[in-house]
């Protein structure tokens, strides 16, 4: 593919600051040491969560801000300007637990919000047990592990219990931080999986590199066509094989046949007119082509790291949201993209 710049002059910055969501923090580590290598640019990323990452991108205090959730009415207010979504990927969030001899479970939707609402207490509840025939569950308490900070992954996951829970729905709601009623909390993916590890009888959430990396057993879950499907890179992949509206649109409870229920995109937002803050348009100019290279040439990593590559109709989305993106007015991306 081939894309000239509308804005040239400026030498480009060699340097890109972001922070933000930890789900898809594995992908973009790989992704900027490659670039880094091929072109020269230094990204610098942290993982912090979703929210500190809106948080940094509206105070203007980064260059992009990597998030799992699209930014509330109230956000989009303080920011001021435009925003945009750029997706890079598609994540699944595993249902993770710590049992004697790994045994391989279903949870449907109500079970699994009755675990995380603390009204199923014990692993060998019949409820447990009925959609688990054959396996020997043990008669302990069940320690669920949360979430403490502001968190992408969190809203994907209660969105899905939202969407098949009225329970759930009703009394703790979806969001990047929510009102747990049971367990303890842990500040990112890492220290969930390192807190599940640590704790027998516990169960928690975090996205499937984190399980898959820490060597962890997680559940299939019922899916909106009844089918129960463990998250791997083609179930996430199915996940997305329903009319989408947008790169934005939602994953969760997906009635596609084989795909995993808790699957979403993760997206970089930057502001869409690049000249604020004093920026010089060699440093939007950097930012306009890493993202580029991220939905172009970069998704040839997602897979080696248990993530989906986008959709051709979603990179097709993709495309125009960046050639949108401006500098003082002009446009960078200028000529026809050549199939």
């Not at 790994?102 to 939707?109: A, D, E, W």
């Not at 502001?271 to 060699?282: D, K, P, V």
């Not at 949201?321 to 002009?330: E, I, P, Q, V």
């Amino acid at each position: 593919m081939l894309f000239v710049f509308h804005c040239a002059g400026n030498a480009q910055t060699k340097e890109l600051l972001g922070t933000g969501a930890t789900f898809p923090q594995p992908l973009y580590d790989k992704m900027f040491q490659i670039y880094q290598r091929q072109y020269g640019v230094k990204i610098y990323y942290t993982g912090t969560g979703s929210g500190e990452g809106i948080r940094k991108i509206i105070r203007k205090d980064v260059d992009f801000a990597g998030t799992d959730v699209i930014l509330t009415n109230e956000e989009l207010i303080e920011a001021g300007q435009p925003v945009v979504y750029i997706p890079t990927c598609i994540g699944a969030v595993a249902i993770i637990y710590n049992l004697s001899g790994n045994p391989k479970l279903r949870f449907t939707p109500e079970v699994l919000s009755d675990i995380f609402l603390g009204r199923i207490i014990r692993w060998n509840d019949q409820r447990i047990a009925l959609i688990n025939q054959g396996i020997n569950l043990p008669d302990i308490p069940i320690a669920v592990v949360h979430r403490s900070d502001s968190s992408g992954t969190t809203y994907i996951f209660s969105e899905y219990l939202g969407k098949t829970s009225q329970e759930w729905r009703s009394s703790v709601g979806v969001g990047k931080m929510i009102p747990w009623p049971a367990g303890r909390g842990a500040r990112s993916n890492p220290g969930v999986a390192g807190l599940v590890r640590q704790i027998h009888g516990s169960i928690g959430y975090v996205e499937l590199i984190y399980a898959i990396g820490n060597n962890m057993t997680f559940a299939a879950l019922r899916n909106g066509s009844g089918e129960f499907i463990e998250p791997s890179m083609r179930s996430v992949s199915l996940a997305a094989n329903i009319p989408l509206e947008s790169s934005e649109s939602s994953l969760t409870d997906t009635k596609a046949r084989g795909g995993y229920p808790i699957s979403g995109f993760t997206w970089l937002i930057v502001y869409q007119e690049q000249h604020y803050s004093g920026r010089s348009m060699g440093k939007a100019e950097s930012l306009v082509k890493l993202l580029w290279w991220m939905t172009h040439d970069g998704q040839r990593y997602a897979s080696l790291l248990h993530y989906a590559p986008l959709p051709k109709a979603v990179v097709k989305n993709a495309e125009k949201t960046l050639r949108s993106m401006t500098y003082k007015g002009n446009k960078f991306l200028q000529a026809e993209i050549d199939q």
